[in-house]
C-alpha cells in the first residue's frame, strides 16, 4: 500500500510558468510534510516542509499548500527557471518515529528555456 | 557544511560476492538510514539505525543486513549480491527529534553483473 502518492509522474513547464505538484496521503497520523529536490549526480536535499497547523507556507518562489481534510499537499514553484529542473519528492513522517519518513515515487519536472 | 560521505560513487560487483556500502557523517546526527532508488519506485527504506547497535527493518530489507558500531558511521551489507540489486543506494542521516531535515550523501551506483 503506497502510504504517499504524487502526481503528475512527469512535469513539462516553459520558463516563467508555475509548476504544480501534488500529494495525497493516506494515513492522518502524518504531522511533519517536507518536500526534497534532487539534481543529477547528487542525493537529495530539503527544499521547503510544512507542519498541519499552517495551510500554506512560502519560501521565495516555493510554496506549500495543506488541506489536512483532503490529505494532499502540494507544492507550487513560481516564475519557474530552468535551474528548477530536477525531481521533486514529497514526505511524510510521525513525530517521535525516529524521523522516519516515507516518500512518494517522485516526479521529474523539466523547464523548457 | 553538513556532510554524508559514501565510501563509492560507482561500484561494479559479481552476482554473489559480499559487497559493503559505507556511510560516514560528520553531524553527530543519532538517525541514519539506508535507502535504494529505482526509476519509478522512488526513494525505499531498506534499514535504519536510530542509535549505535541498534537497527530497524525499513520497507525492503531482504537480502540486506546493517552495521553501525560507531555513532558516525552505518554500512549496509549485501551478503550474496544479486542482479536485482543493481540500483542508486542512498544514505542519509538526521538528528533525532523527529522534524528535522535528512542529510543525504551521493550516492553508490551499484551494477551486479
Known amino acids: 500500500q503506497q502510504q504517499v502518492k504524487q502526481s503528475p509522474q512527469s512535469l513539462i513547464v516553459q520558463k516563467g510558468g508555475i509548476s504544480i505538484i501534488n500529494c495525497a496521503y493516506e494515513n492522518t497520523a502524518f504531522d511533519y510534510f517536507p518536500w526534497y529536490q534532487q539534481f543529477p549526480g547528487k542525493g537529495p536535499a530539503l527544499l521547503i516542509a510544512i507542519r498541519p497547523d499552517v495551510s500554506e507556507k512560502k519560501e521565495g518562489r516555493f510554496t506549500i499548500s495543506f488541506n489536512k481534510s483532503a490529505k494532499q499537499f502540494s507544492l507550487h514553484i513560481m516564475d519557474s527557471q530552468p535551474g528548477d529542473s530536477a525531481t521533486y519528492f514529497c514526505?511524510?513522517?510521525?513525530?517521535?518515529?525516529?524521523?522516519?519518513?516515507?516518500f512518494g515515487k517522485g516526479i521529474t519536472l523539466s523547464v523548457r528555456p | 557544511d553538513v556532510k554524508v560521505t559514501q565510501s563509492s560513487r560507482y561500484l561494479v560487483k559479481r552476482t554473489g560476492e559480499k559487497v559493503f556500502l559505507e556511510c560516514v557523517q560528520d553531524m553527530d546526527h543519532e538517525n541514519m538510514f539506508w535507502y535504494r532508488q529505482d526509476p519509478g519506485l522512488g526513494l525505499r527504506l531498506i534499514y535504519f539505525s536510530y542509535d549505535v547497535k541498534m537497527k530497524e527493518k525499513g520497507d525492503i530489507p531482504e537480502g540486506y543486513s546493517v552495521s553501525r558500531e560507531k555513532k558516525e558511521r552505518f554500512s549496509l551489507i549485501l551478503e550474496s549480491a544479486s542482479t536485482n540489486q543493481t540500483s542508486m543506494y542512498l544514505c542519509a542521516s538526521t538528528a533525532a527529534g523527529g522534524f528535522d531535515e535528512q542529510y543525504f550523501g551521493p550516492g553508490t551506483r551499484l551494477t551486479v553483473t
Open positions: 514526505a511524510a513522517s510521525i513525530a517521535g518515529a525516529n524521523s522516519k519518513l516515507t
